[in-house]
């Protein structure tokens, strides 16, 4: 009988005995974005008058919890000179919002979503995305 024992647990799965030592948390966006040559101020202002507008009625309706920014302080050529960070309640709250959702945002917002279409057609100006990933925080237990 004990041989019978120890052979049933040395089948079992080694994940039903590890422990894990780490805590999974919230979902980030991260998009790293490169300003234009002379329009960086331009760019942080656009930022302030529209991003953050955004993102602060995304926190109220319980989407997003934080968002922060990031200056490259030495960025080198090639490099991202400003980082956005956007952290949110789930991955669902970070993309899977239905299109309605986006519709009404961009009328209270802009008035319209074709005028905020053409606002972001505009902040083209201004800089140019270079990349846009998500993350997920885990901490240590």
């Not at 089948?11 to 490169?34: H, I, K, N, R």
């Not at 008058?49 to 309706?61: F, G, I, V, Y």
């Not at 009328?107 to 100006?125: I, P, T, Y």
Request: avoid cysteine.
């Amino acid at each position: 009988m004990k041989r019978f024992i120890f052979a049933v647990l040395l089948l079992l799965p080694v994940s039903l005995f590890a422990q894990e030592d780490y805590s999974w948390g919230s979902y980030w966006t991260v998009t790293s974005v490169e300003t234009k040559p002379g329009h960086f101020d331009d760019y942080i202002a656009d930022l302030k008058a529209n991003w953050q507008k955004s993102l602060e009625m995304q926190k109220a309706e319980g989407h997003v919890l934080s968002y922060r920014m990031f200056s490259n302080v030495n960025a080198r050529e090639g490099e991202p000179d400003l980082w956005l960070f956007v952290e949110h309640k789930s991955a669902g709250s970070a993309y899977d919002l239905p299109f309605d959702y986006w519709e009404k945002h961009a009328e209270k917002l802009w008035g319209s979503m074709d005028k905020g279409q053409k606002a972001n057609v505009k902040r083209g100006d201004l800089r140019t995305i270079k990349s846009s990933i998500m993350l997920r925080e885990m901490s240590f237990k």
